[in-house]
Structures are given as C-alpha cells and as structure tokens.
T-cell receptor
C-alpha cells in the first residue's frame, strides 16, 4: 500500500509554545489529507480536512486558530498547535486520500505523540 | 448522522481459535466501508475496502464481508501477531470523503 510519513514521531514541549507536525504522502499525490486526534483507548476523532491550495475545513468544536493547517503541496500538509497547553497532549494522526486505480483509500501516517508540560 | 458500532469491545482468543468481529453501521448512502488494524502507539494500517452488499475480500487469515447493515471481519486460525485493535469506518457521501470510525475491537490472541 501507499506510504504516509509524519514528523516528528514524538515531541515534548513547554506550555505556551507552538508545535508543527508534518504529514507527507511519499509515493502518491494527495489533494486531500485529514488530521485526527486519538486519546488513550479511544477511537480516532476527525479534527479537520485539509485541501491542497485552499482553506482547511474544521470539525465542530475544533478551534481553527488553535490548530493551524496548511496544505501547500500535493504531498505535504502541516498541523501547527499554537500556544500548546497540557490539555492538547494527545496522539495526532494524519491520513492522505489516494485515488488509486483499485479504488479510493485513506492511508494513515504513524502518528505524532505530543506531550505538553 | 453516520454511526458505526463495533462489537465486541474486546476479544481474547486462543491461538487457532477462529472468530468474527462485527461492525454495524447507519449511513446515508454508503460510499465505502473500511477495515484498519492499529497496533499500540501506531497509525492505522489499511486492510480492506468494501463497496457493496455481498462483497467479500480476503488477506491471509482475514476475510471481510459486507451486508446492507453490517460488516464482519472473520479471523481464521489466528496467531499472536494478529493481536491489535481492529477499526471499522464508513465513508461519508460528499466531496470531502471523510471517514467515520467505530470505537474498535481490541483483539488479543494468546499462544
């Protein structure tokens, strides 16, 4: 299957700092990428849909000024957690939509563990 | 609103003991039903996509089936390395093609 990478894999930061997470589709182009958040022993919660060249669409309850998304190219989307606080600590996962010949599939990155002290 | 319910929440099997995981869904116009496997601390790994009732797909010891209301993931003669959380998701209609996930089934296969 297609490969999606995320960087960094884990980050520890102080409260009030901003953290940028990168999501790359390595062997296909993705006009649409998605950002999810996952708490321990819970399922994935969609935060936003990232569209190349346009503004992201945020799910209800997700602060767009808090979680800045940029999808500047067909292989890269970034999520910036601005002024991070301890309650932002979580596992953030991106996915990229692959419009392959055998059908549309979303492939996920390995996730980024964020710990805000 | 799209809803996905997975059962059981957790399942413990002995190695070689076959079983099935269930995914019930309600969606206005199913575009696709996805199965993923997730290991602790990692992102979900794609397994299958099913598009229409009656469709079946297989991969090694796993077989996914789909009806108009639910999907099953059958695990035949599981091994300890099959231990993981299995997630089911439905794809929403519309241009965004978002996925709505169930809460998952945590499978443990004992040697």
């Amino acid at each position: 299957g297609a490969v999606v990478s995320q960087h960094p894999s884990r980050v520890i930061c102080k409260s009030g700092t901003s953290v940028k997470i990168e999501c790359r589709s390595l062997d296909f182009q993705a006009t649409t990428m998605f950002w999810y958040r996952q708490f321990p022993k819970q399922s994935l919660m969609l935060m936003a849909t990232s569209n190349e060249g346009s503004k992201a669409t945020y799910e209800q309850g997700v602060e767009k000024d808090k979680f800045l998304i940029n999808h500047a190219s067909l292989t890269l989307s970034t999520l910036t957690v601005t002024s991070a606080h301890p309650e932002d600590s979580s596992f953030y996962i991106c996915s990229a939509r692959d419009l392959g010949t055998s059908g549309e599939t979303q492939y996920f990155g390995p996730g980024t563990r964020l710990l805000v002290l | 609103e799209d809803q996905v319910t997975q059962s059981p929440e957790a399942l413990r099997l002995q190695e070689g003991e076959s079983s099935s995981l269930n995914c019930s869904y309600t969606v206005s116009g199913l575009r696709g039903l996805f199965w993923y496997r997730q290991d602790p601390g990692k992102g979900p790994e794609f397994l299958f996509t099913l598009y229409s009732a009656g469709e079946e797909k297989e991969k090694e010891r796993l077989k996914a089936t789909l009806t108009k209301k639910e999907s099953f993931l059958h695990i035949t003669a599981p091994k300890p390395e099959d231990s993981a959380t299995y997630l089911c998701a439905v794809q929403a209609p519309g241009s965004a093609r978002q996925l709505t996930f169930g809460s998952g089934t945590q499978l443990t296969v004992l040697p």
